[in-house]
């Protein structure tokens, strides 16, 4: 195969562009995943977030020559599990989506952490979304809603 | 609690988080398949200058330079006055201005292409100062009693002067709009806006086709908090004209540079405040209040007014004069910011207050309290409370919460060590809904309920769903008078070829004004109700008998028919080594009425809560001596994180409002007006207090707390 192959949302791809284009913009322009969003494309804000090998990175500062062998997740791979569903219901009790422009960047800083941190402290989830900006909430809602998906989704993490 | 203030699941929750919901700059293709072509703008690199000449690189095929020379109808955009223009005239007015279009279906290319435009400009000195400027676009005057006689009696007369910075509403999806050419003619524009209404008026004119030449509908828009109120409509004419010319389908999307620099935000202001004080009392305000209103008049008429109005704050003062100028600079015309103008004269009363309280040696909470207006009393503009004013109550609340009467004073004695405490607290109202008459006079609402033959309802109406919930809210009022199973009622986004014109999603009004409108519909169709048949109801806006007619050229009446209150406490840590302020806890109560349902609520609350601390401390935005905004980037221009305030509480305190549906008021903007002074308040409280450092301006951060102490004489 030619180009550069990677894992995206779990189906083996080769990417036959150039290895410095950008990964938000591949992943939006190329592969149609517009749950990744541009919020300043200078890795500030966290709205294109996504998972790479597990790690949340922000798309906009990612090469896509580093993608190379790598796995990436977005909100289009990570909404069929059973961990997405836990999530999103959590955040539906709290009405913790407003404008949802950051919402699937948050979503997955949420399972960046508790795939690592299953049993996470409040302050150990606001300093895991600390990257992620979102405008409308205050945060309250959000970081709640994660510490109840923690709890409802015992195990699965 | 009511039923109806029950949360539920938000309509529009499962596609958002599942990442499918389709914002303007997510659309591949225009529905029916066409090519998007990719628009940006050349900005102007001057405040002020006479535009000689642009000179375009070769362009290839397929891209075209757009600018006011190709507007086939009116270059203005009318939004309060018509001083707007789509594209620039001969001159520019501030950096940023738009002077032209380039087109293209690659979006690297049109990037090039805009490199390599030259631009000759012959400067023209620019106005930057806002103390001194001289040309106001609006400058208003008002008052009642007897001021001078007021100054003239008094025991102590207290003069000073107090500062705000900008704001940027950073809504996390920049400003966007697409404008479609239709096979039928017509001009089809969409994007991430608040006011389908006032973007349809705009285009109409700006293409001279009428209204039934131009359709807006509102794409799923990731937050307004204002700044998609006017911005929008200038933007819409753009790619309208854009897509006139070339026949294609254009689209604008902001970077976030560009956003931050070059739109609309909250005015900068300088209030000189003079209070006569006798027994003990405040008998006399004087405020002259000016806003930086930017190079265009835009929404600056209309802001000003709701911040003269509130100049008095919640305070019962016998005698007021005010004076209030939006003031012309060259610089990003200001616009709508959540708080409208509020946020801007409660920071100076309210600081006032408490310096004044200082002076006298008395508990600012205490002396605050004594003028505390009350249910029946005057507002400034001589109209009246009309229902009861809870801040007592409320004030009881936020002092369970956080201990605040005992904190204050407290942490007012003398302070030693490194680190020091302060708490802060503001108590201040929102009118709700527009300001004076423009309900009645302007927008005159309509809004409609169509009953489909299979049983289910569609709301129809303008208002947009730019995260506050309204999509959820307004069936959520529907079902509940017609008893049906929300899923069976609807609220899509509004296109206005579909939707009559309910108004604007501005002013705290959507779901006090409109939601009342579409409750009362619903309670009609459900007396009509036949099953089977499709039926429509519709309803208008009407005036409560209550209300004292408003006149604007005399600033008498009453300016709201009834107000959201707040009060809130912030308590703080300052290092006094670093500077930093620690937020220790932030502590609200709100009453918006009754909640139609309380998690919206509970969100728009700490949202708003979170947004006011972040202008009071690290949101900073100025233009240098060239007029150019330098905080341009979320490097630069910082607003919180989750882990700024970990410990902010918000609570509801309910005083039903009988013209709101089910006691609803007015509700987004309010929560971020009274934080800043409170936050204020603790700063300086920490650093001992007004006679050792008298702070008066917002944003203050760790740099201002350490130049200040540097002040300090050893």
Known sequence: MNGLCFWLNGKELCYDGSAGDRLLDVLRDKYDLKSVKCGCKEGECGACAVLIDGVLMNACCVAMGAVEGHEVLTVEGYRETERFKVLSKAFADLSAVQCGFCIPGMVLAAEALLRVKPHPTEEEVRRALSGNICRCTGYNAIVNAVLNAAKEGDGLW | ?714
Not at chain 2, 190 to 218: D, F, K, M, N, W
Not at chain 2, 357 to 376: N, P, R
Not at chain 2, 494 to 507: H, I, M, N, Q
Not at chain 2, 649 to 678: C, F, N, Q, S, T
Request: with cysteine.
């Open chain 2, 1 to 714: 609690m009511k039923e109806i203030s029950r949360s539920i699941k938000k309509k529009d929750h499962d596609n958002k988080i599942e990442g499918r919901s389709v914002y303007v700059d997510d659309y591949p293709l225009t529905a029916s398949g066409k090519r998007i072509l990719c628009g940006k703008l050349i900005h102007a690199a001057y405040a002020k200058a006479r535009v000689l000449s642009v000179t375009l690189p070769p362009l290839p095929e397929g891209y075209t330079y757009v600018d006011r020379n190709d507007v086939p109808g009116d270059n203005n955009v009318n939004i309060v006055l018509d001083d707007t223009p789509v594209f620039c005239r001969e001159t520019v007015e501030y950096i940023g201005e738009p002077i032209g279009m380039l087109v293209g279906p690659e979006e690297a290319v049109v990037d090039e292409l805009l490199a390599g435009v030259k631009v000759e400009y012959d400067q023209i000195e620019p106005m930057l100062d806002l103390r001194n400027g001289t040309e106001a676009f609006f400058d208003y005057h008002f008052g009642h009693g007897d001021v001078d006689r007021a100054f003239a009696e008094a025991d102590k007369v207290y003069e000073e002067e107090f500062l705000t910075g900008y704001q940027d509403q950073t809504y996390l999806e920049p400003q966007g709009m697409m404008a479609e050419p239709e096979e039928d003619g017509r001009m089809f524009v969409h994007g991430s806006l608040q006011c389908p209404y006032y973007v349809h008026g705009a285009v109409a004119r700006a293409l001279g086709t009428g209204p039934e030449g131009v359709h807006i509908l509102q794409d799923v828009t990731g937050g307004g908090f204002g700044g998609k109120e006017d911005f929008p409509s200038i933007l819409g004419c753009q790619v309208a004209v854009a897509a006139h010319k070339t026949g294609q389908p254009v689209r604008c999307v902001y970077n976030r540079r560009e956003d931050l620099e070059f739109t609309p935000k909250r005015h900068p202001s300088l209030c000189r405040y003079k209070l006569a004080v006798k027994d003990g009392r405040v008998t006399a305000l004087e405020a002259d209040v000016r806003f930086d209103a930017g190079a265009y008049s835009t929404l600056s008429a209309v802001v000003l007014q709701r911040g003269i109005i509130a100049a008095p704050g919640i305070y019962h003062i016998p005698n007021v004069r005010v004076t209030g100028k939006a003031i012309k600079t060259n610089t990003v015309p200001c616009g709508a910011y959540r708080g409208f103008g509020a946020p801007q004269t409660f920071f100076a009363i309210e600081m006032m207050m408490n310096h004044v309280a200082q002076d006298l040696g008395v508990d600012s909470i205490t002396f605050k309290q004594q003028h505390f207006a009350k249910q029946g009393d005057m507002t400034s503009t001589q109209g009246r409370y009309h229902f009861p004013v809870p801040i007592p109550a409320m004030l009881d609340e936020v002092d369970a919460l956080c201990a605040l009467r005992r904190k204050h004073q407290a942490y007012s004695l003398p302070q030693t060590g490194r680190f020091r405490r302060g708490i802060g607290f503001s108590a201040i109202f929102h009118g709700a809904g527009f300001t004076g008459s423009g309900e009645r006079d302007i927008i005159k609402a309509t809004a409609k309920l169509r009953k489909y033959a299979d049983g289910t309802v569609e709301v129809l109406a303008s208002n947009g769903d730019i995260g506050q919930g309204v999509r959820t809210t307004f069936p959520k009022i529907v079902s509940h008078e017609l008893n049906l199973p929300l899923e069976k009622v609807r609220y899509e986004h509004p296109d206005t070829a579909r939707v009559p014109d309910s108004g604007p999603t501005v002013a705290s009004r959507s779901l006090m004004t409109v939601g009342e409108l579409l409750r009362r519909a619903a309670i009609r169709l459900r007396d009509i109700w036949q099953d089977g048949v499709e039926q429509e109801v519709e309803e208008h806006y009407k005036e409560p008998d209550f209300v004292i007619p408003f006149y604007l050229d005399r600033f008498e009446g009453d300016a709201y028919p009834t107000y959201a209150w707040s009060v809130s406490a912030v308590e703080v840590e300052v290092d006094t080594y670093t500077g930093r302020v620690q937020i220790l806890g932030a502590y609200g109560s709100f009453d918006v009425g009754t909640p139609v349902d309380e998690n919206i609520v509970l969100g728009q609350m700490e949202g708003g809560f979170l947004q006011g601390l972040g202008y009071a401390s690290i949101e900073k935005m100025q233009y240098d001596e060239k007029g150019r905004i330098r905080n341009n980037s979320f490097t630069d221009y910082l607003v919180p994180t989750a882990m700024d305030v970990p410990k902010l509480i918000a609570r509801l305190h309910v005083e039903e409002y009988p013209d709101g549906p089910y006691g609803a008021k007015g509700a987004g903007e309010l929560p971020l007006v009274g934080p800043p002074p409170a936050y204020l308040e603790a700063v300086e409280m920490a650093l001992g207090g007004m006679k050792r450092h008298r702070l008066n301006r917002i944003p203050y951060s760790a740099e201002d707390v350490i130049l200040e102490l540097n002040k300090e004489v050893p």
